[in-house]
């Protein structure tokens, strides 16, 4: 724990994911999958995102239950405390502060282009509130209060990196170098896990139809029928190709899964149909989630250490957040406490 704290010569790494109901293999294979491994070289920060949840509304026992079991199921994937900090982001009480501040610099115009705020708008629209409008201003205030070097997240969420960076910019601007500015990264294979019914769209956990998604809960004889019923073409051939939308999506998955490329995939299902396929694809899914499942339901059980794992690091991202927001409050002008 002491490592993060000084040990900060280590490039920074900082992301964060909402505890809304049980998370997906996008979300899995776009990003968590993604965050192991920089445990081993950088000085990563991790949290839940909370306070971005409630710009939908949230029931609050479910809601409740969703924050532990998305924190035991971040465990489970391999977020090591020992190397790393893992917080939950209500629990750090800068990151509001810093996205009023940031609010204040950041572009009506800007907010507005923004495509998640126009899709959930149009999908919420008996509560299109003003929190879900300024949601990116919270997300910058998240990453630029440890001034990350680096931010691993899904496509989906390049649109708003990027609007970090123009607010860190704009910040540093007017008043010298306050913030660093992040850079996204994403993926080279499952950046953009698409619906399993509708493979124009994304794999998302608030997706009506569960057939669409996998979780990375579900149990092995869920995942194995939702790959069956997975929609595909008429073609029947096993290639990655313009206009199967369907077929491409499961090889990314397939080739995110076991490291396999295209034209290997290819070469496997040659002369084969797509229930051998997906199958296949089906089965890679249910071993690669086997034994995460298997330490969720450890963890999970353990309400008391997920407490001390949390609180740990919530103490420690509250004093290097603290830092930030100070340097920023006193170049704005604010008479510090
Ligand atoms: P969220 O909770 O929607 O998603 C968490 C991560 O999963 C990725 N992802 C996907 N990747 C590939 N294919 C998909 N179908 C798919 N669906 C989701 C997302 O790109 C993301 O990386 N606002 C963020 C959470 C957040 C955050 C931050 C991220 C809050 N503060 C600071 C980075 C830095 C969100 O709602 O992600």
Redesign the pocket.
Known sequence: MQQTETKERKKVI?????P?GT??L??Y????RNWIPLQEEFNCIY?L?DL?AITVRQDPKKFRENIYEAYALLLACGIDLEKSLFFI?SHVSTHAQAAWLLNCYTQFGELSRMTQFKDKSARHTDNINAGLFT?PS??AG??LLYQADM???????MQ??ELTRNIAERFNGIYGNVFKVPEGFTPKV?????SLQDPTK???KSDENANSYIAILDKPEVIMKKFRRAVTDSEACVRYAEGKDGINNLMGIYSAVTGKSNAEIEQEFDGKGYGDFKTAVGEAVVEELRPIQEKFGKYIQDKAYLKECYEKSAEIARKISQRTLDKAMKKIGFVLK
């Open positions: 900082f992301s964060a994911i909402q809304t998370f997906t996008g979300n294979l776009g990003a968590i949290a995102a971005h982001q949601y919270l997300m998240d990453i931010v691993p997240v899904g496509a989906d969420q708003h990196l499952g950046a953009r896990v698409k994304k794999m998302s």
